[in-house]
């Protein structure tokens, strides 16, 4: 079991940054975790954000945010950030970390991307940038 908590949202302007962190806890092995975020607007399902391998040596972003977010890993702390930048209205979101504990060494880019393959989800935490 793992349990993750998601925290650093708040209201930004447009143009500002913001970092958001997740800890993980538990009895799964964090670095044997692939980790990533999603957010939900309203109205909207929830979408793929960015993700990270367990190593970290590889990383995913959806193209909405590719260049301006910046995913990591630190795994003494068993943490996940995602640095936020140039942040848009449209960013505005509850922002969710997830974490897959599948043990298949090798799959495809498109895996990360799939909200189903993750085991673990946080409560989320709310980003709002006003325009």
């Known amino acids: 079991q793992v349990q993750l908590v998601e925290s650093g949202g708040e209201l930004v302007q447009a143009g500002d940054s913001l970092r958001l962190s997740c800890i993980a806890s538990?009895?799964?092995?964090?670095?044997?975790?692939?980790m990533a975020w999603f957010r939900q607007a309203p109205g909207k399902e929830r979408e793929f954000v960015a993700a990270?391998?367990?190593?970290?040596?590889?990383?995913y972003y959806a193209e909405s945010v590719k260049g301006r977010f910046t995913i990591s890993r630190d795994s003494a702390k068993n943490t996940v950030p995602l640095q936020m930048n140039s942040l848009k209205p449209e960013d505005t979101a509850v922002y969710y970390c997830?974490?897959?504990?599948?043990?298949?060494?090798?799959?495809?880019?498109?895996?990360?991307?799939?909200?189903?393959?993750?085991?673990?989800w946080g409560q989320g935490t709310q980003v709002t940038v006003s325009s």
């Open positions: 990270i391998s367990w190593s970290g040596s590889s990383t």
């Open positions: 538990g009895r799964e092995n964090f670095n044997r975790l692939r």
């Open positions: 997830a974490a897959d504990r599948s043990l298949s060494q090798r799959v495809s880019e498109s895996y990360y991307y799939t909200a189903a393959v993750y085991d673990y």
